[in-house]
C-alpha cells in the first residue's frame, strides 16, 4: 500500500456524528483544551520558532464571536480543534496574533498531521467565505452542523449547502523510458510538471485524463491506471493521480494551454538543476510524487 500524500490522512477524528450535536460543540467551545486554528486570507497560523508549527489558540469567546466562520475540523488525541476565519481583520491586527503564511511555502515543512490539519482548516474557510449567499436565490445562508452545512434563510428555497472540492485528474505520461511533462507561463521560472485538468461532467476519471492529455499534448493514451489522490486545497481541489502510456511520441503542444512541454529521460530528471532553467514541482505536491515514483521504478 503507498505511503499517503502530503495533506492527507493526518490522523483526524472528524467527529461527523458530533457535529449536530449542539450541546456538545458549545461545551468544547467553552473548554480550555480546545484548539482554535485561525485562517486569515486564506492564511494558516503558524509558529516559526524552529521548525514550522501550527499556532493553535484556547478558545476565546470574544475572538469567536467576532470570526467570520467557524467549523469544528475534528478531534485530535482526543481533543476538540476548530478552525476560524479572520480574514476581515486589517494586517496589523491579524499580525497581533503571530505570523499568518501560506500554506504552500510552509507546507513542505510541517509535519504529516501538521500539513492536513492546516489544509482542512484551509479548505473549510474558503469554503464559508465563498457561500455566506445562496447561490439560488440569493438571500443569507447560516451555519449548521458545526460549520459542515449552510442553510439558505429565504422562506421559499431553505436549500442546505455542503462543502463541495472540485475533482482534477493529474496524469503522469510515459512512453518507452521518458516521461511527458510541461509548463504553464504563470508558473515559477523553470518550473515544469506533469499534466493535470478538472473533470468535466458527466465524465469518468479515465475518460477526463485522455482528453486533457489529447488536448494538451495532441496525443492518445492506454493503460490508464489509478496512483493515488491529494487533497489539494489552493483553493478547494482534490487531485486524482494516475499513470498512463502514450501511443505515440509525436506531440502537438497546445501553447494555448502549455507554454511547453516534451518528454524527459529519467538520467535528465535525475540530474535536473532545481533552478531557474529548470526544476521539478514543489516536494508537498502529488505532481512531484508521481515523477518520484516513476523515477523510482513505478508505473
Not at 6 to 14: E, K, L, P, Q, T
Not at 95 to 115: H, M, N, T
Not at 237 to 256: E, H, Q, V
Amino acid at each position: 500500500m503507498k505511503a499517503p500524500n502530503i495533506y492527507a490522512s493526518g490522523g483526524i477524528d472528524r467527529a461527523a456524528h458530533l457535529r449536530g450535536d449542539a450541546g456538545w460543540v458549545a461545551e468544547r467551545l467553552e473548554d480550555p483544551e480546545t484548539r482554535i486554528a485561525p485562517v486569515w486570507q486564506s492564511r494558516n497560523l503558524v509558529d516559526l520558532d524552529g521548525a514550522p508549527t501550527p499556532h493553535l489558540l484556547p478558545p476565546d469567546p470574544a475572538l469567536l464571536a467576532d470570526a467570520q466562520a467557524m467549523a469544528l475540523l475534528g478531534l485530535v488525541d482526543g481533543i476538540a480543534h476548530f478552525a476560524i476565519d479572520l480574514s476581515h481583520r486589517e494586517a496589523d491586527e491579524a499580525a497581533q496574533f503571530g505570523c499568518f503564511e501560506d500554506l504552500r511555502k510552509i507546507g513542505p515543512l510541517l509535519s504529516r498531521g501538521d500539513g492536513a490539519l492546516m489544509a482542512y482548516a484551509r479548505g473549510m474557510m474558503h469554503w464559508h467565505l465563498a457561500h455566506r449567499h445562496c447561490g439560488h436565490c440569493g438571500h443569507a445562508t447560516e451555519v449548521r452542523e458545526a460549520g459542515h452545512v449552510r442553510h439558505c434563510t429565504g422562506p421559499d428555497c431553505a436549500r442546505p449547502v455542503f462543502p463541495r472540492t472540485d475533482p482534477a485528474v493529474i496524469m503522469l505520461i510515459h512512453h518507452g523510458d521518458r516521461v511527458l511533462l510541461g509548463r504553464q507561463k504563470i508558473w515559477p521560472p523553470g518550473m515544469h510538471s506533469v499534466l493535470a485538468g478538472f473533470v468535466e461532467p458527466g465524465e469518468s476519471l479515465e475518460d477526463a485524463v485522455a482528453r486533457e492529455v489529447f488536448e494538451e499534448a495532441g496525443i492518445e493514451i492506454d493503460d490508464i491506471r489509478y496512483h493515488s489522490s491529494q487533497p489539494w486545497p489552493f483553493p478547494s481541489s482534490i487531485m486524482l493521480g494516475f499513470y498512463g502510456r502514450a501511443k505515440s511520441a509525436d506531440l502537438a503542444i497546445n501553447t494555448g494551454e502549455l507554454e511547453a512541454g516534451r518528454w524527459y529521460g529519467r538520467d535528465e530528471l535525475l540530474d535536473s538543476p532545481e533552478d531557474e532553467t529548470f526544476r521539478l514541482p514543489r516536494r508537498d505536491s502529488i505532481s512531484w510524487r508521481l515523477i518520484r515514483d516513476w523515477l523510482d521504478g513505478g508505473r
